[in-house]
Every structure is written in structure tokens, then in C-alpha cells.
């Protein structure tokens, strides 16, 4: 699935002055691109060129209402910039200027609709009432990357006054990011709870677990608080679940640089381990043998997901990590499967057998 911005306005008009066409590269493509400039009536304006990855986006440098780019340098442009896989090429008419090169990965605020929206909207609140992150503003672009990049939008933002029933209820899923303390006013706590029980999911970064220790359900929903961590350093985790989406494409020993937490109980039973630490691989930890550092589970209606990593600026350009987070937001705003009920022990019941 792709998104395409579209200028402010070109929503309502899109039927009367859009026209768009897919493509499959294929020798003749720049003719079949040439026929498609060619449409009668229609004021070209410029084009998107849309991939997967990234998009590039030619012919805006000229954009004036009756300054048209010409066919030639259209089809040469297409043919500079075309890459492998398929793409999506949105013509735009004249009564829709003003989208610039520097606009391009704006948001949808700031620009108007969507052809092709989004499925799923996201929203990450960062507010800390302690210990405040550095690494904050490089999770927030990694997500808003991640976003891109894979067909959800994001907004960021340390305003506790979104969480109301009707703001959060435009968002798939809330993501804490290394938040700190008290963030949240008992009215918009409970409408987070309501929130999750209406089926929306719940993401949790590293310090998300030193959060409202004063509000149980929280803490049952990140799975367990944080108590103490050693010096930043390198250690070894054991990725335990080789299925779900924010594990599935790690190695079984993913060894990397972070903060690593140890939390006041060991979650286990309550959630669904993901990946534990190996404590004889660096100093400082302390819930032994078993030490969870990434978990999910179905909670109260909803879904959440939590990874211990994320104290460093460096994490969030970890491909590796990245994945690991693009996994729990999937599984977080239903995006993507995971079965987190599978070591849970809620989940099974002992029956005496005679």
C-alpha cells in the first residue's frame, strides 16, 4: 500500500482534476508514459514518482498556475528517476499547485488529504515528569520514518490534553516514548483505559516502564516498572519468539548497546516474553537467569507491546532495532498478527488427570 500528498482542496476535486495510472516497468514504459501525458483537457502540473522506500518528487520547480512542465522533460524525468518495482504516478491539474520539493514529507496537517490514506494512525506522546531523554527527538523521526515508510501516519506530541475519548479515538494505537513519571491527569487516565478496552493498542519504550507508579493499571498494562540499570554497555539478548513481528526477522542472539533495565518483578506469566537478557554478558543485572526485555500481551480488551531498548540516540538508526519497534507498532495497532498469549499463564488451566 502506498500514500501519495495531495495539496489542500484536491480531495473534493480529485474525480474532475486527477488523473492517475499505474505502471509496471517494462521496456516500452516511457511510451506508455508519453501516451498517459498525452490525455486531452488535462492542465498538467507536474507528477509524483512514489516507491515503497522513499519517493522522489520531479517537475515541481517550475509549478505556476499556467506554467506547464513540458511532456519531454516529464518522460525524461520518469525514466532518471524510475526504480525496479511498480509504481504510482499521480498527474496533477492546474487548480492544484502548490505542493514544493520541500514539502513533500510533510504531514498531513500541514497538506491536505491523502489518495490511498493511511490504514493506521499512530500517536506518540513523549511528555517526561522525571528523567528526560535525549534520544527522545531521534525516536520520534524513526517513527515518523517507520511511518512513511510503511503506510501509517504519526503525531507526535507532549500535550496530555489529547488524551481525551475524542481525540484519541482518531489514533490505532499511543505510543510512549521514553516517557518519565506522572504524565497523565486522573480524568485522562481513565480515558486511556477506555481507550484500551475499546480494542486499541498500546506501544512502550524503554523508560515507558518508569511511568505512573501511582496508577495500577498502567503498571499492569507496560507488564512491570523499572527499578535500577547499570552503565550503558553492550550485552547479548535472547530473542525467544521467532514468529511475531517485532521479533521474527531478529538474530536468536542479537547482541547490541543500550541501557538495560532491570524492573521491580519479573513479568513472566502476565505477558508473553519476547527476548530476554543474558546477565553473563554484561554487568549490573539483576533478575537472573530469567530477565525479560521485550513483551506483549492482550490487555483489557486492547493490545500492548513493550521493548526495554531505546535509551540511546544510537538505537533508533539500529536497522535491526528499528524493525524490532516497526514489529510492535504493527502488532500494537493490529497492523500485523502475534500470538501474545501463548506463555501467558492465564491462558492455560490445570486439570487433574486420573
Not at 491539474?93 to 500541514?110: F, K
Not at 540511546?312 to 516497526?326: G, I, K, M, V, W
Request: net charge negative; proline share 5%.
Amino acid at each position: 500500500m502506498h500514500t501519495v500528498l495531495i495539496p489542500k482542496g484536491c480531495e473534493r476535486q480529485k474525480r474532475r482534476n486527477l488523473c492517475h495510472h499505474c505502471l509496471d516497468p517494462a521496456p516500452n514504459f516511457t511510451k506508455r508514459a508519453c501516451r498517459l501525458f498525452s490525455t486531452p483537457n488535462l492542465p498538467l502540473q507536474g507528477f509524483v514518482i512514489f516507491e515503497s522506500d522513499a519517493f522522489s518528487i520531479v517537475g515541481f520547480d517550475r509549478v505556476k498556475k499556467g506554467n506547464v512542465v513540458g511532456q519531454r522533460s516529464l518522460v525524461k524525468q520518469i525514466h532518471r528517476t524510475a526504480p525496479v518495482g511498480r509504481l504510482l504516478i499521480l498527474i496533477l491539474a492546474s487548480e492544484c499547485v502548490g505542493v514544493l520539493p520541500s514539502q513533500a514529507r510533510g504531514g498531513a496537517d500541514d497538506y491536505g488529504a491523502s489518495v490511498g490514506a493511511a490504514a493506521k494512525q499512530v500517536l506518540v506522546y513523549s511528555r517526561t515528569a522525571g528523567f528526560r531523554h535525549a534520544s527522545i527527538p531521534n525516536g520520534i523521526a524513526a517513527i515518523t520514518e517507520l511511518g512513511v515508510q510503511n503506510d501509517f501516519s504519526v503525531t507526535a506530541t507532549e500535550d496530555p490534553s489529547v488524551f481525551s475519548d475524542a481525540s484519541l479515538a482518531q489514533f490505532d494505537a499511543v505510543i510512549f516514548l521514553n516517557t518519565t513519571g506522572d504524565v497523565l491527569a486522573s480524568d485522562q487516565e481513565a480515558a486511556f483505559e477506555r481507550y484500551i478496552r475499546a480494542g486499541n493498542g498500546y506501544v512502550g519504550i524503554h523508560s515507558a516502564a518508569d511511568t505512573e507508579y501511582s496508577w495500577e493499571w498502567y503498571g499492569d498494562l507496560v507488564g512491570a516498572y523499572f527499578a535500577s540499570h547499570p552503565s550503558i554497555q553492550t550485552g547479548q539478548i535472547k530473542v525467544l519468539d521467532s514468529v511475531h513481528p517485532s521479533t521474527a526477522n531478529l538474530p536468536r542472539v542479537w547482541s547490541r548497546t543500550d541501557e538495560w533495565y532491570n524492573y521491580q518483578s519479573n513479568p513472566r506469566g502476565n505477558v508473553h516474553v519476547l527476548a530476554t537478557l543474558d546477565e553473563s554478558t554484561y554487568d549490573g543485572g539483576t533478575l537472573g537467569f530469567d530477565h525479560p526485555i521485550a513483551w506483549c500481551h492482550a490487555f483489557d480488551g486492547g493490545r500492548a507491546w513493550y521493548t526495554g531498548g531505546g535509551h540511546t540516540a544510537e538505537s533508533f538508526d539500529e536497522p535491526l532495532y528499528r524493525d524490532h519497534l516497526l514489529g510492535g507498532i504493527n502488532y500494537a495497532t493490529g497492523a500485523a498478527p502475534g500470538d501474545c498469549e501463548a506463555t501467558i499463564e492465564s491462558s492455560y488451566r490445570i486439570v487433574a488427570i486420573d
